[in-house]
């Protein structure tokens, strides 16, 4: 395979890229450096593979850089986005322009290819909107859907809710509808919360690797909400199978949205269950605040992955404790690197 990866040093993207290296694959990493962390993830990804890779630094919005890079491309892993629900809010047109123009910058410049390449596109659970409609049930600890055990299915309405979902949102149609009215073999997963090494996470995005490590060097957190809320964790290396798995089953699937994260048997609720988890991994837990609720911040969010199961026979089998240990224990190599 031949494969362009877009925010190929990103969290997920260095996960792929180191994924698909290590196959043989042939991988060219496009990525504008913009995001804090990732030219440690591309130093890493140099002197594990070397001369394998092919690194492009170019900006998805930049059309004829996006067109000149896919040339001759087997698949693209489109990656790179603008990830933050507060950056949205607070700028909505350079939000629009990464998430929406740049994901048609893609798909426009793969329809040109001959044959396309399978594009396949990481969308959000946040195409969700706040699932106001699905009945919830508050516990002592964490939020619970009331009727709804399997957990939220590709069937649920669409119901973009900030401009970031509303940006995400409409990437993931045009990705749908470049398969129906172009015939373009591509693939959308709505994604979870998806956790593990070379995550630099911070609090407005990628909250497993912020607490984490904030757990390790100290510091303080700020909890938004009531630390109640539910997510479903999926840790990256599972993420990564499937999505090769897609690849090589993509006469099966193309075309199709599904779910991803992991599952109602990997949940967990971001303070008043997860701190337990945490305490034990990095000793004493850091200092912490409350804030209010976040727009657009469900209560409660688990991904029903049986249609992956079903079409691709994948299944999650990292639990949250071994998942987060390895991320813990990745993490404190960094930082004792770092301090010699």
């Given amino acids: 395979m031949r494969a362009l990866v877009t925010g190929g040093i990103g969290f997920i993207g260095t996960n792929l890229s180191h994924r698909l290296l290590s196959d043989g694959n042939e991988v060219i990493l496009f990525d504008n450096l913009s995001r804090a962390g990732v030219q440690h993830n591309l130093d890493w990804l140099i002197a594990t593979h070397g001369k394998k890779l092919q690194f492009v630094q170019g900006d998805i ?48 410049a793969a329809r040109r290819q001959e044959p396309m390449p399978v594009v396949l596109y990481t969308s959000t659970n946040k195409v969700y909107g706040g699932l106001e409609h699905l009945g ?10 009331e009727n709804l055990p399997e957990g939220v299915s590709e069937a649920c309405p669409l119901d973009f809710h900030s401009p970031y979902g509303c940006s995400k949102g409409a990437a993931d149609q045009y990705v749908r509808d470049y398969h129906r009215i172009y015939g373009l073999p591509s693939i959308v997963f709505r994604m979870s919360c998806i956790y593990g090494p070379h995550q630099f996470g911070n609090e407005d995005q990628g909250w497993v690797a912020h607490f984490c490590i904030t757990g390790i060097r100290g510091g303080q957190l700020t909890i938004y909400g009531d630390g109640k ?3 479903d964790l999926l840790y990256v290396d599972e993420l990564v199978e499937l999505m090769l798995r897609a690849y090589k089953n993509i006469d099966r699937v193309a075309g ?85």
Avoid: C
């Fill in 136 to 145: 919830v049930v508050e516990g002592s600890s964490r939020y619970e859907f």
């Fill in 61 to 108: 919005r930049d059309f004829d850089a996006v067109l000149k890079a896919i040339q001759n491309i087997d698949a693209v892993f489109h990656l790179a986005a603008q990830v933050a629900v507060t950056t949205s809010v607070s700028n909505p047109r350079e939000d629009f322009s990464i998430n929406a123009q740049g994901t048609l910058n893609v798909l426009e």
């Fill in 256 to 340: 199709q949205v599904f779910n991803v994260g992991g599952g109602p048997t990997n949940t967990i609720s971001i303070w008043t269950e997860f701190r337990d988890v945490l305490r034990p991994l990095v000793g004493e837990l850091p200092a912490m605040n409350f804030a209010e609720f976040r727009p657009g911040d469900q209560k409660i969010y688990v991904s029903d992955i049986r249609k992956a199961k079903t079409l691709l026979g994948w299944a999650p089998s990292v639990k949250i404790a071994e998942g987060l240990g390895m991320l813990v224990d990745t993490w404190k190599v960094v930082m004792t690197a770092k301090v010699g």
């Fill in 229 to 231: 809320q539910v997510r």
